[in-house]
């Protein structure tokens, strides 16, 4: 709860679809967040529009900081500093929040460096272990990636008592096949895309993408192309042999690419997963995110093996983590 007359941090998450905002505040080291509100980004013309809305049904509170992200690499520094997002037509700019909040240096970062800087903040109770329960080397890097409309990835390394996030693309990069039946399938990709990224079947678009590729390998009449939850609650029940199995390439193939970033950053401090995808279906109970496979293709390098063995990898459970991520940027000076 915000005190009358204490200062606040407003943080806001924009996504393709929704947006959300709230407002936190940090006390003797811990930060408590506000319920998020949340708004249909189609519902307003400009960012600046809900923004306003949002603070103005919160009394317009004294604001102590402000950091939003986006999904999107951020272009230009300091006041020039935007997102231009693929889904939505909203100008995402410091600019836009130094207007509507009079906050002079607001944060503004991709929606995965927000995430990275809320794991150290998550408790136990936030996070799923995969696997057996491994501790992470105290000060080695942080890997951070999770599918949803896209596939996101950053890393996080810690200097000194700072905490740096390291925001890329990770998942445009080249998607590698292991077996001869993930051969076949991204052979049908390349035929249709030319590149295939990893975030070109480890998405909800993807598992669609997926899906239509093993119709079409299997020979099936092309038909409707089933909606990512539509494919999820077919696997889980064991109805759709193409669902169970473009779920189970879904598993696999995210285990590879997060072993392939657990590598190549030095991730032993640990792995995160997040995004709606994984954190959605174990939330929904077990039976359709495969962890054993994923564990298996995490650590399946060959040579190192033992060193990816020892890498903890976790999938974050608490919704709110990017606000809680956003809310520390807000109050870490510039």
Known sequence: MILPGEASLLVADIGGTNARFALAVARDGVIELSQPTIFQTADYARLDLALTRFL????????????????????????????AMTNCPWDVTAATLTSVTGMAKPRLMNDFAALALSIPALTERDLHSVGPLRKGVAGAPVGILGAGTGL???TLVFDGGRDIVVAGEGGHVDLAPSDAREALVLQHLQGIYGHVSVERVLSGP??????????????????????????????RAGTCPLSVEAVRLFCGWLGAVAGDLALTVGARGGIY??????????????????????????????????????????????????????????????
Do not use: M
């Open 206 to 235: 993807g598992l669609v993408t997926l899906y239509g590729a093993l119709a079409a390998l299997s020979g099936a009449a092309a038909g409707p192309s089933p909606s990512p939850a539509e494919i999820a609650a077919r696997a």
């Open 152 to 154: 996101g990835v950053s």
């Open 56 to 83: 103005d049904e919160a009394g317009r509170p004294a604001l102590a900081g402000v950091a939003a992200c986006a999904a999107g690499p951020v272009q230009g520094e300091g006041g020039a500093a935007h997102i």
């Open 273 to 334: 997963i997040g995004g709606g995808i994984v954190p959605g279906w174990l939330a929904a109970g077990p039976g359709l995110f495969d962890e054993t496979l994923f564990r298996a293709r995490f650590e399946a390098k060959g040579r190192f093996d033992a060193y990816l063995a020892d890498i903890p990898v976790f999938v974050i459970g608490r919704t709110d983590a990017a606000l809680l991520g956003l809310a520390r940027a807000a109050q870490a000076p510039l």
